[in-house]
C-alpha cells in the first residue's frame, strides 16, 4: 500500500456503508490529478479553499505562522517557487529538514475527536476502524513493498533540549519513511515543506489538556484525548497538514504536544496534536469512496453537526500520538 492508496484503503471501509449507491468495482477521483493519457495519479497540496479565520479562540499560537493552504508558502511565511523546497539559508541554499537534531517518527496516529460516522447509518461510528487502525499500519508496514512505509510523519527537535523551560526549533514533516519499521530511516516528502514553530519544555507538570467544551461525548472507541504531562514539550505551530496521499487534513492554530521518553529522548507518548478545522474547508475536502458512484464524499458529511466546536463554525481535531526516534536522511 502506498502512501497515494492510504486513502483508498480507509475510503473502501467508508465505502462499505455506500455499496446500496453503486459498484465499487471502479474506484473514483479524491484530490488527485489525473493524466487522461496514462490514467495515473498523483498527489496534489491541501483539498481546501483558504482556510477560514473562525478558528479556535483558545490555545492561540504564540509562534508559527499565518495558516495557509497554499503548498508554495512555507510556514514563515516566504513564498517559494518550489513546493519542496523547505526553509532557505543566508547562503540562499535550499534544504529540507536541516541541522544537529532529534527526529522522532509517529508510529501510531488516532483521531480521537471528532468521531467519523457513516453517512447514510448515522448512529454507526467508524472512527476506530476505519481511520485509526489503517492510520497506525499504514504507519508501521509496506505493504505494497516499494521499500518504504506506507505513511510517514515525522517531528524534528533543532536541537533537542529537555531542560525545564527551554525553548527550541520545532519541525513537523510529512516524510518518506523506510522500511523494517523499526530501523526506519526518513527524508522529506516530495512536494510538501516542513511547519515550523517552536517548543518549549515543562519538567515536571502539564503541557496540554483538552478543553471539555471541544469534546463530545461518545460511547464507543476512540477514547477522549488525555493530556500530556512532564517531562514534556508543547509547541503553538500555528499550521499543520497531514498529508496521506491524495487526502490532506489542513489544522488551523495547531498545537502539537508530548511527553519525552527517555532523556535523551528517544521516543515520545502521550501525545496530543489539536488543531480546527473549519466547516468550509470541512466541505471542500473530498474523501475517496472507492465507488464508480459517488467517486467522493466531502469529510464534513462524515462529521456530525451536532459535534461542532466554537459556535458551530467547525470542528477542533483531537489526534493522539507516540513515535519513536529515527535517522534523518538529508
Do not use: K
Not at 473514483?28 to 489525473?34: L, M, R
Amino acid at each position: 500500500m502506498s502512501r497515494a492508496s492510504l486513502t483508498l484503503l480507509v475510503s473502501l471501509s467508508l465505502g462499505l456503508g455506500l455499496t446500496a449507491c453503486g459498484d465499487d468495482s471502479s474506484p473514483g477521483g479524491g484530490d488527485t490529478d489525473t493524466d487522461s493519457s496514462t490514467g495515473t495519479t498523483a498527489p496534489t497540496g491541501p483539498t481546501t479553499d483558504t482556510p477560514t479565520t473562525d478558528g479556535p479562540t483558545t490555545d492561540t499560537p504564540t509562534t508559527g505562522s499565518t495558516s495557509t493552504t497554499d503548498p508554495t508558502v512555507a510556514d514563515t511565511g516566504t513564498e517559494t517557487t518550489d513546493p519542496t523546497v523547505g526553509e532557505t539559508d543566508s547562503d540562499t541554499e535550499t534544504t529540507g529538514v536541516v541541522g544537529d537534531g532529534t527526529y522522532i517518527r509517529i508510529d501510531l496516529l488516532e483521531v480521537r475527536d471528532p468521531h467519523v460516522f457513516n453517512p447514510l447509518s448515522p448512529d454507526e461510528d467508524l472512527t476506530q476502524g476505519t481511520v485509526n487502525d489503517p492510520l497506525t499500519m499504514a504507519l508501521n508496514a509496506d505493504d505494497d513493498g516499494d521499500g518504504n512505509l506506507d505513511l510517514g510523519l515525522a517531528m524534528a527537535f533543532l536541537p533537542l533540549d529537555q531542560t525545564d523551560a527551554a525553548s527550541e526549533v520545532f519541525r513537523f514533516v510529512n516524510a518518506v519513511c523506510t522500511a523494517p519499521a523499526d530501523a526506519s530511516t526518513c527524508s522529506l516528502l516530495e512536494d510538501t515543506i516542513p511547519f515550523d514553530g517552536m517548543y518549549t519544555v515543562t519538567a515536571d507538570g502539564e503541557c496540554y489538556a483538552a478543553e471539555a467544551g471541544n469534546l463530545s461525548d461518545y460511547t464507543d472507541p476512540p477514547a477522549a484525548p488525555a493530556p500530556t504531562t512532564g517531562p514534556c514539550f508543547r509547541s503553538d505551530i500555528g499550521t499543520v497538514t497531514i498529508a496521506a496521499g491524495s487526502f490532506t487534513l489542513p489544522l488551523e492554530n495547531a498545537v502539537v504536544a508530548a511527553q519525552f521518553s527517555g532523556d535523551p529522548a528517544d521516543g515520545l507518548i502521550e501525545g496530543n496534536i489539536q488543531g480546527f478545522v473549519s466547516t468550509a474547508t470541512a466541505e471542500s475536502i473530498q474523501v475517496e469512496t472507492g465507488m464508480a458512484f459517488p467517486p467522493t464524499i466531502q469529510l464534513s458529511a462524515l462529521l456530525r453537526d451536532e459535534d461542532q466546536d466554537e459556535g458551530g463554525t467547525g470542528w477542533v481535531f483531537h489526534i493522539a500520538f507516540e513515535g519513536s526516534a529515527a535517522e534523518w536522511m538529508e
